[in-house]
């Protein structure tokens, strides 16, 4: 079970982004703890350099280059990203549920393609071919099959519902870069920072109100809550050797908890 911190949004993140941290060297995965938390606090993902500019710059000593360079060429298993993923996953069904089937639904378009037939798969489900029979031409066989079907088909749904908010809020079609190798983790990164507001609702309290609602709602409340919490270290880091400096923490802190500030 993953320990999430209660104090902090930066820790919270920090904390489930660590079951990511043998798949990556040490200043690896600081760029990739600061890449997720960049494409959560901005809402707009219009290129590397919008995130690099629009956030990492102001939080960070890193140069754009050194972005560049980890989509490009070091070297992650997109598949332990992936495996990991879903790990994650498993790790938060009750204990009451686990004795359940279990649907894991994917999506053709990033897998390697042989004429009909794509890698990873056991048991090849063609949605295509779903033929809906009316009462008159059907037996109870048939109907059975197409019940089958349709249930199928209602949890493939979802694939495309992600699809979509991926395209449309997250801005999945802006690959941003140029290779086919950086193009893949770039993807997956975002699926990652995805899940992650997919799942906070299930593993922390406070934002247990967004249960199976909109990612979107998610990840504005996530990346209001964790600029504020930088700007609020940056500002006290300006003030450590004054001496406001404890009023002015409190002042702030009592601002960043929601609470009436004199």
């Known amino acids: 079970m993953i320990s999430i911190s ?10 489930y982004l660590m079951q990511y941290r043998s798949i990556f060297k040490k200043r690896s995965f600081d760029i ?6 960049s494409i959560l606090c901005t809402e707009e993902l219009r290129s590397i350099q919008f995130l690099y500019h629009g956030f990492i710059k102001k939080y960070t000593h890193k140069v754009l280059n050194s972005i560049y360079y980890f989509l490009s060429y070091v070297k992650f298993p ?3 990203l992936a495996t990991t993923t879903v790990s994650i996953l498993l790790s938060l069904i ?36 779903i033929k809906v029979l ?19 088909y209602r949890i493939r749904w979802n694939i495309e519902v992600m699809f979509y908010q991926h ?14 190798d950086a ?8 699926a990652i920072a995805y899940t992650f507001t997919c799942l906070l609702p299930f593993i922390d309290k406070k934002y247990a109100e967004y249960q199976f609602k909109s990612p979107q709602l998610v ?8 600029t504020k919490e930088l700007i609020f270290d940056t500002f006290v880091s300006s003030f450590e050797s004054a001496k406001i400096y404890s009023t002015v923490k409190e002042a702030v802190q009592s601002f960043l908890d929601k609470d009436q500030v004199a």
């Not at 990840?219 to 964790?226: H, P, T, W």
Request: hydrophobic share 35%; proline share 1%; net charge neutral.
């Open 94 to 129: 009750p204990e009451e549920l686990r004795g359940n089937t279990l649907f894991i639904t994917i999506d053709d378009t990033l897998q390697a393609k042989y004429v009909d037939k794509f890698d990873c798969y056991a048991k090849h489900f063609d949605h295509t071919k």
């Open 32 to 37: 990739f703890y600061w890449f997720i938390m």
């Open 134 to 152: 009316t009462t008159n031409e059907s037996s109870n066989s048939d109907n059975e099959d197409t019940s089958k079907a349709l249930r199928i």
């Open 219 to 226: 990840k504005r409340a996530v990346g209001e809550q964790i």
């Open 78 to 80: 997109i598949e332990i």
């Open 183 to 190: 193009i893949e983790r770039y993807v997956n990164l975002l």
């Open 6 to 15: 209660h104090n902090s949004m930066n820790q919270t993140l920090l904390q």
């Open 167 to 180: 395209k449309f809020f997250w801005s999945f079609g802006n690959y941003m870069v140029r290779n086919k």
